[in-house]
């Protein structure tokens, strides 16, 4: 076998060959409720992290997963101080304390953990 034709077939075998890194299986997103006047969304997973985005009125946001972050008390007094963020699908992060349903301390029911 020649240099060339040896060459051919280990391109030939490598196209053939299955990846080492599957893709990463898609998450779906979440509906989360957000009952309050208004609300931030943060470039990262502290109230000290730039705001990207402000809302106004209550509505649903969509997230695919949460995290532990700085600890955040919302401004209005029903809703719990809350160390969990949820990466919303837009960019950002919520904190958990704006999310309806959602208690002191415990992490976004049915929103997976972010790897």
């Known amino acids: 076998m020649t240099a060339l034709a040896a ?4 391109v030939a075998s490598l196209a053939l060959a299955p990846t080492a890194a599957a893709a990463p299986q898609q998450q779906r997103s979440v509906g ?3 009952n309050v006047a ?6 990262d997973a502290s109230a000290n992290s730039l705001v990207l ?24 007094g029903n809703q719990p101080q809350n160390h ?21 301390n415990e992490p976004i029911p049915k929103l997976p953990y972010c790897r």
């Open 7 to 10: 060459g051919a077939a280990l």
């Open 32 to 34: 989360l409720r957000v």
């Open 38 to 43: 208004d609300f931030k969304v943060f470039g």
């Open 53 to 76: 985005h402000t809302y106004i009125g209550p509505r649903t946001m969509t997230a695919w997963c949460q995290r532990a972050g700085g600890y955040f008390t919302s401004p209005y």
């Open 84 to 104: 969990y963020w949820a990466h919303l699908d837009e960019g950002g992060y919520l904190p958990a304390a704006y999310v309806s349903g959602v208690r002191v």
